[in-house]
Each structure stands twice: as C-alpha cells, then as structure tokens.
C-alpha cells in the first residue's frame, strides 16, 4: 500500500462543476502539498497545509490531521483546469508522493 | 526571474551512454532534489541535498550519481548501470529549514530522457 493514496485515478467533469479530488496518507507528516502537473510536465505547486483550510481563487485545499486526510475542491470548472493534481507529504524535508488524479474538465 | 532550470528539455542517448542532466536554480535554496516519473506513476526520488558538498541517497538511486559543487547547481549523471532510464527527470528546490516544517519545493521544467 502507498504511503499516500489518492482517489479517483481519473476525472472528467463537465465545464462548472464542482471537483473534489481526495488524498489519504499514512506517515507521519509536517506539512501535504498539493501540485498542478499539465501536459507538458511542468509543476506548479497550489498549496502547503499543515493545519485547516486554504482558498486561492476557484481552489480550496482542505487537511484534517486526525484522520490524515486531505482534499483538494475546485469550484466552477473550466477546461483550463485540465491537468494532473498531485498530492504529496512532506517530513523532514523529504516528500512523498501520490499517482496523481488526471481531471479532464470538458466545454 | 528567479527560478529553476533543467536542460535539455529533451535528450536522446544510445544504450550504455552515460548522461548528465543539468539543473540550475537562482532562488537561494539549499536543498535540492531529483525526482524520476513514470507514466501512472507517482514522483520517487532519486537523491537530494541540504548543502553543498552534501547529498543522500532517495529511493531509487541505483544507477545514479550527483554532485552539489555549489548551491546553484545539482547535475544528475545516468549511469549505464542504470537498467531502465528512459523517464521524465525533475529537479526541485527549496528553502531547507530544521526539517520540522514542510517547505514549498519548486519545480524545474523537467527533462524527457530517452534511451534508444
């Protein structure tokens, strides 16, 4: 079993919709991250959580530390939001990383 | 622009070639890393450093080797004794702290490494 679980594998939603793409770890962590990887390989990291809950525009990223869980929530989609959302954890430096969820949002 | 490069962005090497992908950041880290990927699979890491002079092994670091000769740049060599080589390569950095927090690690473009 992987350290970090995510789930679905794969998305497609319609333009609007509301995507919830989930992560759940098993370490011990000091903070999870989460990654937007488009089609031409390059990262971009969306958030850090140690603690509760982060917005950045149409994203919110959640983690509830008890139960090790996290989630990413994308309000209003758009196909410009394809892309590979990736969760990993980090401690002491050293992150590991989930399979990644490929969202395919369509017009 | 501060930020991390990786060059080529695509590399083609003969079986048994040795190859070295470079990597390069302005962003005053300490610590680097190397991660290979996979189709459907997750990032693994293959070596990372927290100064200069200094580096660790990852998960994968079989068939690899690395140098951190100044803060700027983590080259990453694919040996031949490496079996299987031909995968995406990224290079990320970041703000190393004690360790007790996680910090932001950015992303290089990556390089598309195939052996023929």
């Known amino acids: 079993k992987n350290e970090v679980e995510q789930s679905p594998q794969n998305l497609t939603a319609q333009e609007g919709e509301f995507i919830t793409i989930n992560c759940s770890y098993s370490v011990g962590i000091s903070a999870l991250h989460w990654l937007q990887q488009h089609p031409g390989g390059g990262i971009v990291s969306l958030f850090m959580?140690?603690?509760g809950k982060k917005k950045h525009g149409r994203l919110i990223a959640t983690i509830n530390i008890q139960e090790k869980h996290s989630s990413l929530h994308i309000t209003a989609s758009h196909p410009r939001d394809s892309a590979v959302y990736i969760c990993a954890v980090t401690n002491a430096g050293k992150s590991t990383f989930g399979d990644g969820t490929t969202l395919t949002v369509k017009p | 622009d501060g930020g991390i490069t990786q060059s080529p962005k695509y590399l083609f090497r003969k079986e048994g070639q040795n190859v070295t992908l470079s990597c390069e950041q302005n962003l005053n880290h300490d610590a680097m890393y190397w991660y290979r990927q996979d189709p459907g699979q997750g990032l693994r890491l293959i070596y990372y450093?927290?100064?200069?002079?200094?580096?660790q092994k990852g998960d994968i670091a079989e068939g690899y080797s690395v140098s951190r000769e100044k803060k700027e740049s983590f080259p990453l060599t694919v040996t031949s004794a490496q079996k299987n080589p031909t995968a995406f390569y990224l290079c990320a950095s970041s703000a190393w702290t004690s360790g007790k927090r996680g910090d932001t690690q950015y992303f290089g473009p990556g390089t598309r490494l195939t052996v023929l």
């Open positions: 959580l140690s603690s």
């Open positions: 450093s927290q100064i200069v002079n200094d580096f």
